[in-house]
């Protein structure tokens, strides 16, 4: 079964504007750790931003943030003010904090950014 | 800063070659990863290792093998090169500590083409 669902296979977002990528994700562990990393066109991946199962707050980063709503199983990566430079696959990661577990990756969403 | 070093960027195969990718890092991390991203699709994980000496499988590990001999150094073997296995590989690492929040940190990938 699938650890991490990304329904969106891609999304357009107008320059300036705020987009919200989706990401459910399925564990029965109560520690773990949610991940977005940021694939550009060069292929590298960047992380951006972490979430942790115990965490009271919605983690931020800049002009990201996440909506992590634990009842609903979803960490969706809200973008603000949208650049062109933002336009890059985007994977939502998974680590189950029992045992030695790794990083389990979606399949990723592409945001275009539209000037 | 070094960080992950993958070697080589890019390789071509022919079917049924072998050939290592290489990867080091400079950080000390323990943990290192092999991943696979096929066209269009999220990482999936091949190998990884918890330290020097200990490897374990991952999601795919048919038709690789690794070592990790030194805790800079898991390089990844591919013997008699299929088709199938044409994808971007990518090397990972993080430090042992606090293992739920533990990010990684990534080569810049290997694109191989086997023909």
């Known amino acids: 079964a699938q650890k991490i669902t990304q329904t969106q296979p891609g999304m357009f977002v107008q320059e300036k504007e705020a987009v919200t990528l989706d990401c459910t994700y399925d564990t029965s562990d109560p520690s773990y750790g949610l991940f977005w990393y940021k694939q550009p066109s060069s292929g590298e991946m960047i992380f951006l931003i972490y979430?942790?199962?115990?965490?009271?707050q919605n983690a931020t980063e800049g002009r990201y943030s996440l909506n992590f709503q634990k009842a609903r199983k979803s960490a969706n990566l809200v973008i603000s003010a949208s650049q062109l430079g933002d336009s890059a696959m985007y994977f939502c990661?998974?680590?189950?904090?029992?045992?030695?577990?790794?990083?389990?990756f979606g399949k990723g969403t592409r945001l275009s950014v539209i000037a | 800063n070094a960080g992950v070093t993958q070697t080589p960027k890019f390789r071509i195969l022919k079917i049924g070659q072998s050939m290592t990718l290489q990867c080091t890092q400079d950080m000390n991390h323990n943990y290192m990863y092999w991943y696979r991203q096929d066209p269009g699709m999220g990482l999936k994980l091949i190998y990884y290792?918890?330290?020097?000496?200990?490897?374990d499988k991952g999601e795919v590990p048919n038709g690789y093998n690794v070592s990790r001999s030194t805790t800079e150094d898991f390089p990844l073997r591919l013997e008699l090169a299929a088709p199938s296995q044409t994808s971007v590989y990518f090397c990972?690492?993080?430090?042992?500590?606090?293992?739920?929040?533990?990010?990684?940190?990534f080569g810049s990938g290997t694109q191989l083409s086997v023909l």
């Open positions: 290792s918890v330290g020097a000496g200990i490897t």
């Open positions: 990972a690492s993080s430090s042992k500590r606090d293992r739920v929040n533990e990010k990684l940190f």
């Open positions: 979430q942790g199962s115990y965490d009271q």
């Open positions: 990661a998974m680590r189950e904090g029992s045992g030695n577990t790794p990083l389990v």
